[in-house]
């Protein structure tokens, strides 16, 4: 088992920027970042796998980036010129195996979110 602890959410305008950090329990081979606004579902970020390069969506290209400090166990997401559709919960997952599609569902494990809210 793998706990998985978000923090860094808050309520910025638009155009600020903000840092997600994601606390693993030890470490894990793939993780990633998803979001969920109300009434949508829940969509994929970004993510990075072990010595891999990031995948992202094409919503947050060039806005966010996304990176890991395996001494610390820790996956981080960089938000960058926010906008009000950004606004949305994240969440963390990790998975000990490689993920095929990295922005898909197929994570074993899922932290409880952190609300990020970016107004107008």
């Known amino acids: 088992q793998v706990q998985l602890v978000e923090s860094g959410g808050g309520s910025v305008q638009a155009g600020g920027s903000l840092r997600l950090s994601c606390a693993a329990s030890?470490?894990?081979?793939?993780m990633g970042w998803f979001r969920q606004a109300p009434g949508k579902e829940r969509e994929g970020v970004a993510a990075?796998?072990?010595?891999?390069?990031?995948t992202y969506a094409d919503s947050v290209k060039g806005r966010f980036t996304i990176s890991r400090d395996a001494a610390k166990n820790t996956l981080y997401l960089h938000m960058n010129s926010l906008k009000p559709e950004d606004t949305a919960t994240y969440s963390c997952?990790?998975?000990?195996?490689?993920?095929?599609?990295?922005?898909?569902?197929?994570?074993?494990?899922w932290g409880q979110g952190t609300q990020v809210t970016v107004s107008s």
């Open positions: 997952a990790a998975a000990d195996y490689y993920v095929s599609a990295p922005l898909g569902q197929g994570y074993q494990y």
């Open positions: 030890r470490y894990i081979y793939n």
């Open positions: 990075i796998a072990a010595a891999s390069r990031a």
